[in-house]
């Protein structure tokens, strides 16, 4: 049978309709991404979204003076040289260090990286009087170089970066200022003539050093980026022609955009549909990231979790696999706030595990039966970032407890809420009457691993040390901590401020997230590493 | 007629003023911090307090209002605290997109809507119009987030048909009206459709059922009128309702359904409002909404005096 000419041209557009998603994955080495945010992260140096947007329009447009090594996949990420080589702090005022800078370096546009950018950049979010301070920018910065004042040029290639106080830290909080270029900036103010236009201009048109530069941007939707050809890393030199980063907030919309082949790469998928994922032929991976899902205890008058006993039978009295396989396999079970292959982990005397009848004896020794179980009380969200299952896994919590003799109540509120409450503390009305708040955790930085948890100075509202933790004895390690700028002897300084707190227990330590992504198997040199970065210039595409 | 449409838009302006007040009290009464999206729990109280300096949140609310205000009325709607980019473009790109898809939605939902609702009222009572009925309720009970994610497992995920989510292969500001970039409408419009299509079909249903009932016309068939001519006078006296509630159903897209953006990726006023929310965006929220409300405003408007046009009784 002949088809007549109107069956033809619908034949046509039928198969020209029906098979556009098939021409779309055409095989081009574009490596796009499925990201969890609702909007590209900032791309003027100083990402939002959290450590997303430091992923994916931080660490791939831009460097830092230091860097993570995201090189192994089996080791802790530590801090590297990027744009800086060396650095030392002054022996006669250690408020004061010298950064040795890479002389072979130059921004997107062209201009050369020295001493000059590095004030600049600081200048940005630290000096209220400079032309380009930028407001928007200081919060996501300020906050993780808590200490950082001032940076002075020594000579082209050399810079003097002045703290507030002595801080060994420094060198790791570096790692979240980006360099953007100063004379790409300046070209922006001299064509709109003012500050915040020249920042919204430089947002949609950036220039960094990174390894991709910026090619197409549409907000909200996509974020094109082309390998960098004149980067100065050799070995993170990308071979991909293209990244496309893609914000799909929905994790059903992400999982499907992955397996109709719109996307080559989709971070958390959805929990239920990883099966799935894995028997269409994508790759899975995960590792347990430096993340910790806790149950942060009060050590306010009233508290329950006052005795050391009752904090250790809770750490004891549940078992993480079992809570591993509701995650699908997808959770780090933790020894700690870190894992024992970190430096910083200095072999706490107390071991966290599974052991029922040693929580069971803990309890009944400090007074608590079944038939006399101890109340407690946790202030948690139904959601947020980070936060995992929040209330499967308290759930699983408040079953499994009860069998060391605990009824815990849940007091599950809005994830901002939860957020702001955890700046308040637990002796504050919003609280609710609380014995635990349930907040994860980033623990990449010490500050915001232990100290900010441990220290008298961090007592609400200062900071996060919700639950009033802390006694001079914490507070002279962390002292010896901070002030001690051997990288090893710092390192040896924070191992011994860990095993103290694994030993007081301040938390329970119930998960550390993997942080799945989901990949097609086109996707080549993909190294997962134990950290919330990953990076893309040394993966290449079949 | 010209003096029906000032005196309407002359009613809009309170209207309007009260919208901005509404608009601005609710996003600023509502609990939390206004500067969630860019300072971290853990920023230092004097950060925290520079910040609010910095943006102007340390002043009295009337004077926050008046200044936006002044502000607004000048097309500035501020900028964006989490992304830094101008209000007015952001709202304007998102409107665009979802005009494009809202009105797309609304044509299937009054076309399949329009005849289902025929269908039910000619043969009421039949299983034509249990039928059509039925479809009509589907349309009204589903819930579309859950009918989104199905069509999308099924013609996406599975089939590979059409894609999941987005708004064309370079994005909307690429849009083309060619087939690669229609396929990603698909899905979006039919799932936002379902709702129109469900309440016009009720609506004109009962119309068309009341319309037939009346004496006219048994008086027109009396006089020998052929059954397509009493079509065109029953068509002529459900036209203005079913106009108006096209209108309302078409502001009501216009919203944007926050879910069917999200479930779809589609970059309109509903995932721009998902954002603002979470991120707590309170000049991208505040404006998002006032120029939404300006648009319900101005539809109901229109629809008014369309309604006018084509039944003069409505302007007395």
Not at chain 1, 65 to 76: G, P, Q, R, V, Y
Not at chain 1, 484 to 492: E, G, S, V
Not at chain 2, 226 to 238: D, I, P, Q, R, T
Request: aromatic share 10%; with cysteine.
């Amino acid at each position: 049978m002949v088809p007549s000419k109107r069956t033809s041209i619908a034949a046509l557009l039928a198969s020209s309709f029906l098979t556009l998603p098939v021409s779309a994955v055409a095989q081009d080495k574009i490596l796009r991404i499925g990201m969890t945010a609702a909007d590209i992260p900032r791309t003027l140096g100083q990402p939002d979204q959290g450590f997303e947007g430091n992923r994916f329009t931080g660490m791939t447009i831009y460097d830092s003076l230091t860097a993570w090594d995201l090189s192994k996949e089996d080791e802790a990420s530590v801090v590297i040289p990027s744009l800086a080589t060396s650095w030392e702090v002054n022996p006669e005022d250690t408020t004061k260090w010298t950064f040795v800078l890479r002389d072979d370096v130059t921004f997107h546009d062209g201009s050369p990286f020295n001493a000059e950018a590095v004030v600049w950049n600081v200048q940005k979010v630290l000096d209220e009087d400079a032309p380009h301070f930028d407001a928007s920018q200081v919060g996501v910065t300020a906050s993780r170089m808590p200490t950082l004042r001032s940076a002075r040029v020594i000579d082209e290639f050399t810079v003097e970066l002045t703290t507030s106080q002595p801080d060994s830290f420094l060198p790791i909080n570096l790692t979240n200022l980006f360099m953007a270029s100063p004379t790409h900036w300046q070209a922006k103010f001299e064509e709109t003539g003012d500050a915040e236009a020249a920042w919204a201009a430089f947002a949609a048109d950036p220039s960094g050093s990174g390894p991709f530069r910026v090619t197409a941007f549409s907000p909200r939707e996509r974020l094109e980026m082309v390998p960098n050809e004149n980067y100065w890393d050799p070995e993170r030199t990308s071979t991909l022609d293209g990244v496309v980063l893609v914000p799909l907030p929905e994790a059903n919309a992400r999982t499907a955009a992955l397996l109709s082949g719109q996307v080559d790469w989709i971070e958390a998928p959805a929990p239920d549909a990883l099966a799935q994922i894995e028997a269409r032929g994508f790759t899975i991976y995960s590792n347990p990231q430096p993340h910790v899902w806790p149950w942060q205890l009060s050590f306010a008058e009233d508290s329950p979790w006052l005795d050391r006993r009752v904090r250790h039978a809770a750490n004891l009295c549940f078992d993480r696999e079992e809570l591993s396989i509701l995650l699908g396999g997808y959770m780090g079970i933790p020894k700690g706030t870190v894992d024992p292959s970190h430096p910083w982990w200095g072999n706490p005397s107390f071991d966290i595990r599974y052991d029922l009848e040693e929580a069971q004896s803990l309890m009944t020794e400090a007074g608590f039966s079944a038939d006399n179980p101890l109340r407690v009380k946790v202030q948690t969200s139904a959601s947020g970032s980070g936060q995992m299952q929040p209330i499967p896994m308290n759930e699983y919590l408040q079953q499994a407890l009860r069998e060391c003799y605990f009824d815990v109540e849940l007091d599950v509120i809005e994830w901002n809420t939860l957020f702001t409450n955890w700046r308040r503390g637990a002796m504050d009305e919003s609280a609710n009457g609380a014995h635990a708040i349930n907040v994860t955790f980033a623990t990449m930085d010490p500050f915001f691993a232990m100290v900010r948890f441990t220290s008298t100075q961090t007592f609400p509202p200062v900071s996060n040390n919700w639950g009033h933790f802390g006694n001079d004895e914490f507070d002279a390690l962390i002292e010896t901590a901070r002030t001690t700028f051997d990288d090893d002897a710092r390192d040896d300084a924070l191992a011994a401020l860990h095993a103290r707190i694994v030993e007081e227990a301040p938390f329970v330590w119930v998960a550390h997230d993997a942080g799945p992504r989901a990949m097609s198997t086109r996707v080549t040199g993909v190294v997962q590493p134990r950290s919330w970065f990953i990076d893309i210039a040394p993966m290449g595409m079949e | 007629m010209f003096g029906y449409t000032l005196r309407r838009i002359i009613y809009t302006l309170p209207v309007l003023l009260g919208v901005s007040v509404v608009c601005f009290a609710l996003v600023h009464i509502s609990p939390g911090d206004p500067l969630i999206s860019i300072l971290p729990a853990d920023a230092s109280i004097e950060l925290q307090e520079r910040m609010l300096v910095l943006y102007g949140f340390d002043r009295s609310y009337p004077e926050q209002f008046i200044l936006w205000l002044g502000r607004a009325l000048q097309g500035d709607l501020g900028t964006s605290i989490a992304t830094g980019r101008p209000v007015t473009t952001e709202v304007m790109r998102a409107v665009a997109n979802t005009l494009m898809l809202a009105s797309v939605a609304t044509v299937i939902g009054f076309v399949l809507g329009c005849f289902f609702g025929f269908v039910a009222g000619y043969f009421s009572n039949s299983p034509m119009d249990k039928a059509a009925s039925a479809a009509a309720v589907f349309g009204v009970s589903v819930p579309h987030y859950w009918l989104g994610m199905v069509l999308v497992i099924i013609f996406s995920a599975q089939l590979g048909w059409l894609p999941a989510s987005g708004a064309g292969p370079g994005g909307s500001s690429q849009w083309k009206f060619d087939m690669e970039h229609l396929s990603y409408m698909v899905l979006p419009a039919i799932t936002m459709s379902v709702i129109p299509m469900g309440i016009i079909a009720r609506t004109v249903r009962a119309l068309v059922a009341e319309i037939l009932a009346q004496e006219f016309v048994i008086g027109l068939r009396a006089r020998g009128l052929s059954e397509f001519g009493v079509f065109v006078h029953v068509v002529k006296n459900a036209a203005p309702t079913a106009l108006a509630v096209m209108g309302v159903q078409l502001g009501y897209l216009l919203g944007g359904s926050i879910l069917i953006e999200t479930v779809f990726s589609w970059p309109g006023t509903g995932m721009l409002l998902n954002s603002a929310i979470f991120q707590r965006d309170l000049p991208l929220l505040q404006g998002t909404i006032l120029v939404l409300a300006l648009f319900f405003v101005v539809l109901n408007l229109i629809v008014d005096v369309m309604q006018s046009a084509l039944d003069p009784r409505i302007k007395r």
